[in-house]
């Protein structure tokens, strides 16, 4: 009995111990939010850690230089608080014009069309200093036809907009605001004052016992002992909080923990007003259209050489047709993809936008089955085979910073080290896309990235020459809310811009998604329409099979 009765008194002391383990853990786990990032937002008075990973070789830091001051935006003639709204840039005050042509004679097809805009204050005054964001299109609704125009920053409160003419008819202009020069101020301080406004989480698991902590490319050493998971080959910096009870090499996952709000004060808030100044179209101040005529043979050759207007295409009918580079090819049908893709791996390196490529490829090929890996639709790894054509699709997500929901550890993987992994060959596709997680961040971080990037590219393709490598540029987005301070597609077009620096030269085909995007009908979206991205995949398979394979529909 008294053996007994120590058990069972035994048995209750320690259930209650492991009651009192696991409310311990729970609210280690419902908590952790409430701590880490009251912490991180000690982190907005520090200078971002750009020193960390690889030091740079001193041609590296010449062409970060380089391609820094090739993004510079001009500067806004306040260097404290932004004015008061009223002083700043309104869409609904502002105007375009439609250039006359020379000596008033009518418009054809190979002539350039200029528009000049004239920025207002919220008052009806006239700007006098530049750094506004604009987008410029000219469309056909009848031929589904549409093309971005080139904006120029006179730095006067004045652009001009300019557009090449490629088809004839009826033709209508359109310019948008997308942010105010005082807003885009605000957007560069964020960018390189507050990278942690995403912030990101890893679990730690070990037995019954877990523990989540915040993670970050850098992270205040005072705020706790650092793990760091420092990529050993690319050099790519990634840090956790190292947990209280726990060692580094618990760690399980990671995934997006958030967003930081309060960010920005009230008076800068009054910048991002969806509808107000956020993405709001300027009205011209006469006629918005003209009309263009068919291309004169008598006139001799084009006036205007639309690839040194930094015009990659443009749509007809919904088709993206470019301008110069590879010929455009449009595989219409399941037969056109499937003989283009005979025999070849495709591989898919990125974010979400590269992802929607191989769901498109899955669903345009009835013969392609994906394979159940057991791992989340959104997140991957993912693959899909067609026996009948020996094809085979991967997808794989890029290593941290990625905003998806939850990764293990085991499937973070770095692009660059995933290339050099690969055989590479002339049945070997890669398909890259990686800009919009690192919106948050400073450049130089995206530099760093792409460099790792394009060195193992480089290598790819030094000992698989036939190896086919397409890179996926950025593209604009909807901006409702406060989606502006951490996707702003002003963000978008400075990475836009260091992705096609970083990579010029190299033998890649480049899949102009900015100007496929902005020269279409549809509104903008982080993941472009089906009809936007079939195009993409089209100007894909068209660098893939330039050697005539495939049906050219």
């Known amino acids: 009995m008294k053996s007994g009765s120590i058990l069972k008194h035994g048995l209750i002391i320690l259930s209650l111990f492991g009651l009192i383990f696991l409310l311990h853990n729970i609210t280690n786990r419902e908590n952790w939010k409430y701590h880490t990032v009251s912490a991180m937002y000690k982190f907005q008075d520090r200078i971002f850690c750009s020193h960390l990973g690889q030091p740079p070789s001193p041609e590296e830091e010449l062409e970060e230089r380089d391609i820094l001051d090739s993004i510079a935006w001009p500067q806004p003639p306040w260097s404290a608080a932004p004015p008061a709204l009223c002083r700043t840039s309104d869409p609904a005050r502002s105007l375009f014009t439609i250039v006359p042509s020379q000596n008033g004679r009518r418009r054809y097809v190979g002539d350039q069309l200029e528009v000049l805009v004239h920025l207002h204050d919220f008052e009806g005054r006239p700007k006098r200093y530049g750094g506004d964001f604009l987008l410029a299109r000219l469309h056909s609704p009848e031929y589904k036809a549409g093309v971005a125009g080139q904006v120029l920053d006179h730095k006067n409160g004045l652009y001009s907009a300019r557009f090449p003419l490629l088809w004839e008819g009826s033709a209508q202009v359109e310019v948008t605001m997308v942010h105010s020069s005082e807003a885009v101020a605000v957007l560069r301080r964020l960018r390189e004052k507050r990278p942690d406004r995403v912030y990101f989480v890893s679990l730690f698991r070990l037995g019954l016992h877990s523990e989540t902590t915040v993670c970050n490319v850098c992270l205040p050493r005072d705020q706790g002992p650092l793990c760091n998971y420092t990529d050993p080959y690319s050099g790519e910096p990634w840090y956790c909080y190292k947990p209280k009870m726990l060692g580094c090499d618990a760690r399980i996952n990671h995934a997006k923990g958030g967003y930081l709000k309060n960010v920005i004060t009230n008076k800068e808030a009054l910048l991002f007003q969806s509808d107000v100044n956020v993405k709001v179209p300027i009205h011209a101040s006469t006629t918005d259209?003209?009309?263009?005529?068919?291309?004169?043979?008598?006139?001799?050759?084009?006036?205007?050489?639309?690839?040194?207007?930094?015009?990659?295409?443009?749509?007809?009918?919904?088709?993206?047709?470019?301008?110069?580079?590879?010929?455009?090819?449009?595989?219409?049908?399941?037969?056109?993809?499937?003989?283009?893709?005979?025999?070849?791996?495709?591989?898919?390196?990125?974010?979400?936008?590269?992802?929607?490529?191989?769901?498109?490829?899955?669903?345009?090929?009835?013969?392609?089955?994906?394979?159940?890996l057991q791992t989340p639709k959104k997140v991957g790894p993912l693959m899909a085979v067609d026996s009948t054509h020996n094809i085979l699709l991967k997808y794989r997500c890029h290593g941290p910073p990625i905003r998806f929901s939850t990764v293990t550890a085991s499937e973070l993987r770095y692009i660059a080290n995933e290339l050099d992994g690969l055989a590479g060959g002339p049945n070997t596709v890669v398909a890259l896309s990686i800009w919009s997680h690192f919106s948050t961040f400073p450049a130089e971080v995206y530099v760093r990235r792409l460099r790792h990037i394009r060195k193992a590219v480089a290598r790819l393709l030094d000992r698989a020459p036939g190896t086919a490598v397409a890179v996926r540029t950025a593209n604009p987005q909807a901006l409702e809310g406060d989606v502006s301070l951490y996707n702003s597609d002003w963000f978008s077009l400075q990475l836009d811009a260091v992705l096609r620096a970083v990579f010029k030269g190299l033998d890649v085909m480049l899949v102009d998604a900015w100007q496929m995007c902005v020269a279409h009908r549809q509104p903008h979206h982080l993941h472009p329409p089906t009809a936007i991205v079939k195009n993409m995949v089209d100007m894909m398979l068209s660098y893939v099979c330039r050697d005539g394979a495939g049906n050219n529909v």
């Open 289 to 372: 259209t003209i009309n263009v005529l068919p291309f004169r043979k008598e006139s001799g050759s084009p006036k205007t050489d639309p690839v040194k207007m930094a015009t990659s295409g443009y749509y007809y009918q919904d088709s993206w047709r470019p301008l110069g580079g590879v010929p455009m090819r449009q595989f219409d049908g399941a037969s056109a993809i499937a003989q283009c893709l005979t025999n070849k791996v495709v591989y898919m390196y990125g974010d979400s936008t590269v992802r929607q490529w191989f769901e498109y490829l899955l669903n345009a090929l009835p013969d392609m089955k994906e394979f159940n």
